[in-house]
């Protein structure tokens, strides 16, 4: 059996067009050649194949039987081309591809849905997968690449994960609008310390601690419970048994709860909420599209709508 050689892209794009017009000066426009070098291409490839595919006289071409046989083959070749070159394209454009984003509960479940929403209207065939996950474990899932990026408050990073701030929030008291610290005009640090005070998760008990390490004795805090959602002491705070102390951006979680917010003065204190990526691999197109779309969205305001 004889060993057929190589052929080229472009000696089988010469055949499918000359196949459809059946003239040289017609394939010679489409391509951008010369009838004669047209006629160079199609020879080369009747050489390899080693069957004729036209049969020519000075008057018309017209395919042989064997060209005919061999046509659809080339046209679902060059169709499958394209769509590989379609298929790149898109890539390049950001058009197509997964983005692996995580986030703590209330990140996930306020903040990033109406970014994602928006960004869907533009790039529909991007894939964006949300996973909430606790605020301690964000730095490892980006380190370890089970995540593209992950949003959330401050923390250390290593040399396998980089950090931008994203958006600042003020610590602040939610509690039922009836408790007494609700009345208030002003609040200061040491107005919280006669209250029963929820707080979620082992990262906020730990933020809570440093912010009032350098106050006066008369006005340090601490929580009189920890509790693994933000809900449940959303919750407490609702039935008046408590009062919460987190950043403002869980306003989209607690007022509709009917807690109101107080702000904290002397000093204020910021927590920064900030975006991790990888700093040793490359992001994909589609993963660098969302996240100029996601700084974009935030550089618009200095934080998200819930924030108040």
Same mark, same amino acid.
């Given at each position: 059996?004889?060993? !057929?050689?190589?052929?080229? +892209?472009?000696?089988?794009?010469?055949?499918? !067009?000359l196949? *459809?017009?059946?003239?040289?000066?017609?394939?010679?426009?489409?391509?951008?050649?010369?009838?004669?070098?047209?006629?160079?291409?199609?020879?080369? +490839?009747?050489?390899?194949?080693?069957?004729?595919?036209?049969?020519?006289?000075?008057?018309?071409?017209?395919?042989?039987?064997?060209?005919?046989?061999?046509?659809?083959?080339?046209?679902?070749?060059?169709?499958? @081309?394209?769509?590989?070159?379609?298929?790149?394209?898109?890539?390049?454009?950001?058009?197509?591809?997964?983005?692996?984003? /995580?986030?703590?509960?209330?990140?996930?479940?306020?903040?990033?849905?109406?970014i994602?929403?928006?960004?869907?209207?533009?790039?529909?065939? %991007?894939?964006?997968?949300?996973a909430?996950?606790?605020?301690? &474990?964000?730095?490892?899932?980006?380190?370890?690449?089970?995540? *593209?990026?992950?949003?959330?408050? =401050?923390?250390?990073? =290593?040399?396998?994960?980089?950090?931008?701030?994203?958006?600042?929030?003020?610590?602040? %008291?939610?509690?039922?609008?009836?408790?007494?610290?609700?009345?208030?005009?002003?609040?200061?640090? @040491?107005?919280?310390?006669?209250?029963? !005070?929820?707080?979620?998760?082992? *990262?906020?008990?730990?933020?809570?601690?440093?912010?009032?390490? &350098?106050?006066? &004795?008369?006005? @340090?805090?601490?929580?009189?419970?920890?509790?693994?959602?933000?809900?449940?002491?959303?919750g407490?705070?609702? /039935?008046?048994?408590?009062?919460n102390?987190?950043? /403002?951006?869980? $306003?989209?979680?607690?007022?509709?709860?009917?807690?109101?917010m107080?702000?904290?003065?002397?000093?204020?204190?910021?927590?920064?909420?900030? +975006?991790y990526?990888?700093?040793?691999?490359?992001?994909?197109?589609?993963?660098? $599209?969302?996240? =100029?779309? +996601?700084? $974009?969205?935030?550089?618009?305001?200095?934080?998200?709508?819930?924030?108040?």
């Amino acid at each position: 059996m004889k060993k !057929i050689q190589p052929f080229t +892209l472009r000696q089988l794009e010469a055949f499918a !067009i000359l196949a *459809d017009c059946l003239s040289f000066k017609s394939a010679a426009e489409q391509l951008h050649l010369s009838a004669s070098a047209v006629s160079q291409l199609v020879a080369e +490839l009747e050489s390899v194949v080693g069957f004729r595919l036209f049969e020519r006289s000075t008057r018309k071409v017209t395919l042989s039987s064997s060209g005919q046989t061999f046509l659809p083959v080339v046209q679902s070749m060059l169709w499958q @081309r394209q769509q590989v070159s379609s298929a790149a394209q898109d890539v390049q454009n950001q058009a197509i591809g997964i983005v692996r984003i /995580a986030a703590p509960q209330v990140i996930a479940a306020i903040v990033l849905p109406p970014i994602m929403a928006k960004y869907q209207l533009t790039q529909p065939r %991007v894939t964006l997968r949300l996973a909430d996950c606790s605020v301690e &474990n964000l730095v490892s899932k980006v380190a370890h690449a089970e995540v *593209d990026i992950a949003i959330g408050p =401050d923390r250390p990073i =290593d040399i396998r994960v980089k950090s931008r701030m994203l958006f600042p929030s003020p610590w602040v %008291v939610w509690c039922a609008p009836d408790h007494p610290i609700a009345i208030k005009k002003r609040i200061g640090w @040491r107005d919280l310390s006669a209250h029963a !005070i929820a707080v979620a998760g082992r *990262d906020h008990e730990t933020q809570v601690a440093r912010m009032v390490a &350098n106050l006066p &004795n008369d006005e @340090r805090i601490e929580p009189t419970q920890v509790l693994d959602n933000i809900s449940t002491a959303l919750g407490l705070a609702a /039935a008046g048994l408590a009062i919460n102390l987190s950043p /403002a951006y869980v $306003g989209g979680l607690a007022i509709p709860m009917g807690l109101v917010m107080r702000k904290i003065q002397n000093p204020t204190v910021m927590r920064q909420v900030c +975006l991790y990526t990888p700093s040793q691999r490359e992001l994909s197109p589609a993963t660098q $599209g969302f996240l =100029d779309h +996601l700084i $974009g969205g935030f550089g618009k305001t200095a934080s998200p709508a819930c924030i108040t």
